[in-house]
C-alpha cells in the first residue's frame, strides 16, 4: 500500500523559509510522480509543484514567484519543497500526493492525476 506522510509544517514568522517533507513507502520511490498542493481555507485546493521520478519539475510561477522549490532523494524516499520568503498568504494545508507514473512523463499537475495523499501538514505565516 502507498502511503506519503508529510512533515515540516509549522508556525513561521513572514520572510522565513520552511523546507516540507513528503515521505513515500510501499512503493518503488523511483516509478512515483509526486505533486505538492495547498489549500486555504474556504479555497480550493491548488498546485505548487511536481516532480517526476527522473526529477523533471514544474512550478507554480503566479503564486510562487520563484519562491518554491521540489526535490526528491532518492535514497531517502522523500520529496521536499523548500518555501522561501514566506508571506501570510502562503498560510494554508499542504498536502502531497502522489502517482505511480511514468519516469519520463511530463509532471503532472492536476490534483486529479494523483491516486494516493498525504494527511497534509499546516502551515501559518504570521506577518
Known amino acids: 500500500q502507498v502511503q506519503l506522510v508529510e512533515s515540516g509544517g509549522g508556525l513561521v514568522q513572514a520572510g522565513d523559509s520552511l523546507r516540507l517533507s513528503c515521505a513515500t513507502s510501499g512503493v518503488t520511490f523511483s516509478s512515483v510522480a509526486v505533486g505538492w498542493f495547498r489549500q486555504a481555507p474556504g479555497e480550493e485546493r491548488e498546485f505548487v509543484a511536481a516532480i517526476t521520478g527522473s526529477g523533471a519539475t514544474a512550478v507554480d510561477t503566479d503564486s510562487g514567484e520563484g519562491r518554491f522549490t521540489i526535490s526528491r532523494d532518492n535514497a531517502k524516499n522523500t520529496v521536499y519543497l523548500q518555501i522561501s520568503s514566506l508571506k501570510p498568504e502562503d498560510t494554508a494545508v499542504y498536502y502531497c500526493?502522489?502517482?505511480?507514473?511514468?519516469?519520463?512523463?511530463?509532471?503532472?499537475?492536476?490534483?486529479?492525476?494523483?491516486?494516493?495523499w498525504g494527511q497534509g501538514t499546516q502551515v501559518t505565516v504570521s506577518s
Open positions: 500526493a502522489g502517482r505511480i507514473h511514468g519516469a519520463n512523463s511530463p509532471p503532472l499537475l492536476s490534483p486529479s492525476r494523483y491516486n494516493y
